[in-house]
């Protein structure tokens, strides 16, 4: 199985930060990836596919990038709506898994 | 707008069988395209993915669940159904149903969400 290791855990922020996510896989995936938006309470949302293609409706805020076996999410101004938890999942390989998740919090 | 519905009972005794099933509106699962799936979350922890099924009746399942999950599809009632047999406590879990594009860059996403529902394990 493909491990997905996200880093931070947890990350404290403000309104108009930049922000980074980081999703290391434990082998390579090429730009199999994908990247989700959880809500407290709410259904996980898919914000991009294929490491860096954006999902119809997502804002241009957010963008993904690879580089060998790391993946990056990255808000460029978060708004208050971002505060949230963030997953990635590998596309290309059973089992399908996640990564442990990474919370964005308020500063 | 792909609407996804789950349903089924939220407290369920140990080793009985979970039975769930997802409705699905604005979609039609026997067009082609998609796989339909069940993905379930631990109380405050991370996502796990369950498995999912073609309209054709095509499965793939994790693993690590494998000996005691069964998906299924009724495409005249547009519903496909999870039934996860000898559960434990280890098994309650928010359980929910979602659409997979099965070809595509984003093929094995999950593009639409049910709003989950929490199932407890609990005699």
């Known amino acids: 199985d493909i491990q997905l290791t996200q880093s931070p855990s947890f990350l404290s922020a403000s309104v108009g930060d930049r922000v980074t996510i980081t999703c290391r896989a434990s082998q390579g995936i090429s730009s199999y990836l994908a990247w989700y938006q959880q809500s407290p309470g709410k259904a996980p949302k898919l914000l991009i596919y294929?490491?860096?293609s954006l999902q119809s409706g997502v804002p241009s805020r957010f963008s993904g990038s690879v580089s060998g076996t790391e993946f990056t999410l990255t808000i460029s101004t978060l708004q208050p709506e971002d505060f949230a938890t963030y997953y990635c999942?590998?596309?290309?390989?059973?089992?399908?898994?996640f990564g442990g998740g990474t919370k964005v919090e308020i500063k | 707008q792909v609407q996804l519905q789950e349903s089924g009972p939220g407290l369920v005794k140990p080793s009985q069988t979970l039975s769930l099933t997802c409705t699905v509106s604005s979609a039609s699962i026997s067009s082609g395209g998609h796989y339909w799936g069940w993905i379930r979350q631990h109380p405050g922890q991370g996502l796990e993915w369950i498995g999912y099924?073609?309209?054709?009746?095509?499965?793939h399942y994790n693993p690590s669940l494998k000996s005691r999950v069964t998906i299924s599809v009724d495409t005249s009632k547009n519903q496909f159904s999870l039934k996860l047999t000898s559960v434990t406590a280890a098994d309650t879990a928010v359980y929910y149903c979602?659409?997979?594009?099965?070809?595509?860059?984003?093929?094995?996403?999950?593009?639409?969400w049910g709003q989950g529902t929490l199932v407890t394990v609990s005699s």
């Open positions: 979602a659409r997979s594009p099965s070809y595509g860059l984003g093929s094995r996403s999950f593009d639409f």
């Open positions: 999942q590998v596309l290309n390989n059973y089992p399908l898994t």
């Open positions: 294929a490491a860096s």
């Open positions: 099924i073609y309209y054709s009746g095509s499965t």
